[in-house]
């Protein structure tokens, strides 16, 4: 099974207008974490946005929201006021086992097939 | 602001010649990774070291590729006798240790098998 599951493979979005990007995951961790990455053309990968599993509140950085629901074990980005500038490739990544008594692989990323995002003029 | 940056950031190569990337961490960052990003895919884990200790390789990870990280700072990442199935960008990255600690990305090295 996908540990990360992007279902859009493209979206198109307004300058301007809100858009949302979904993600959903698998893991049987009780402790792990979400990341959000961007990927202009240029292909570095840009970190956005991150959400712990035992964080109580949405992540917010700027114009990035995090969607966290842990029941439904999605994590989905909410980009408000798009820019031209965020038209790029944008990645959901998890990082499992980060409890310290799990013994899981608590550094390596297991990232979705990501999420081409157009923003219209 | 000295992130994580590659060398070369673009590289073709003929089959079977060896190629060698070199990464450089953010300073202080005691974890490295690399990652093999093919097109259409997102990145998967090829390795990853603490300090210069390289505590695991990925099954991707055949013998013909070798990293190290002698001294705890930069590191490389060897193809040798490259074959076309080996084209494909190799993203390093860096954090500290630590649960939540977020992992930076350099700007990736494109490599291109002819």
């Known amino acids: 099974a996908q540990k990360i599951t992007q279902t859009q493979p493209g979206m198109f979005v307004q300058e301007k207008e809100a858009v949302t990007l979904d993600c959903t995951y698998d893991?049987?961790?009780?402790?792990?974490?979400l990341f959000w990455y961007k990927q202009p053309s240029s292909g570095e990968m840009i970190f956005l946005i991150y959400?712990?599993?035992?964080?109580?509140q949405n992540a917010t950085e700027g114009r990035y929201s995090l969607n966290f629901q842990k029941a439904r074990k999605s994590a989905n980005l909410v980009i408000s006021a798009s820019q031209l500038g965020d038209s790029a490739m944008y990645f959901c990544?998890?990082?499992?086992?980060?409890?310290?008594?799990?013994?899981?692989?608590?550094?390596?990323?297991?990232f979705g097939k990501g999420t081409l995002l157009t923003v219209n003029p | 602001d000295t992130g994580v940056s590659q060398d070369p950031r673009h590289k073709i190569t003929k089959r079977g010649q060896n190629v060698t990337f070199r990464c450089d961490p953010i300073?202080?960052?005691?974890?490295l990774y690399w990652y093999r990003q093919t097109l259409g895919q997102g990145p998967e884990f090829l390795t990853y070291?603490?300090?210069?200790?390289?505590l695991e390789k990925s099954r991707l990870l055949s013998d013909r590729f070798s990293a190290e990280r002698p001294k705890g700072s930069f590191s490389t990442l060897e193809i040798q006798r490259t074959e076309q199935g080996d084209s494909a960008m190799y993203l390093c990255?860096?954090?500290?240790w630590g649960a939540g600690n977020t992992i930076y990305f350099g700007e990736g090295s494109w490599l291109t098998v002819v």
């Open positions: 300073s202080e960052h005691n974890r």
């Open positions: 959400q712990g599993s035992y964080d109580e």
């Open positions: 070291f603490q300090n210069e200790a390289q």
């Open positions: 990544a998890m990082r499992e086992g980060l409890g310290y008594l799990t013994g899981g692989s608590n550094y390596k990323l297991t």
């Open positions: 893991t049987s961790d009780q402790s792990y974490g």
């Open positions: 990255a860096s954090s500290f």
